[in-house]
């Protein structure tokens, strides 16, 4: 499960930013996951608990954001939503989308003590 590295990554970079601006604990941790990310936000939340034991987030709770697909069409010249990756242009049928959003893992905000 490629899960539990990508929560482990989460919990090194608290570390990280713990280190280098001087909090002492993860209260609370807000993370953006896109829906064409391949990452199942279910399986992050199950592994965040483990992988934040006897870290700076031990004991945090972790809010996930979920952030869907969306495209530029450059045939209709618009921005669309999409569900997978490869999903033709609702608007044209095309598959000339250049993904814009979606695509995310990433640590929005973060509260601290």
């Not at 909090?23 to 391949?38: P, Y």
């Given at each position: 499960m490629h899960?539990?590295?990508?929560?482990?990554?989460?919990?090194?970079?608290?570390?990280?930013?713990?280190?280098?601006?001087?909090?002492?604990?993860?209260?609370?941790?807000?993370?953006?996951?896109?829906?064409?990310?391949?990452?199942?936000?279910?399986?992050?939340?199950?592994?965040?608990?483990?992988?934040?034991?006897?870290?700076v987030a031990d004991g945090a709770r972790l809010d996930i954001l979920r952030v869907e697909g969306a495209a530029w069409c450059p045939t209709c010249a618009r921005d669309v939503e999409i569900a997978q990756r490869f999903d033709p242009c609702p608007g044209c049928g095309g598959h000339d989308l250049h993904i814009t959003a979606g695509e995310e893992l990433r640590v929005k905000e973060v509260e601290v003590e």
């Open positions: 899960e539990m590295s990508l929560t482990e990554s989460v919990v090194r970079i608290l570390e990280q930013e713990a280190a280098r601006q001087g909090f002492s604990r993860v209260r609370r941790v807000w993370l953006e996951i896109g829906a064409l990310s391949h990452v199942a936000p279910e399986a992050i939340a199950f592994c965040f608990q483990a992988a934040a034991r006897d870290s």
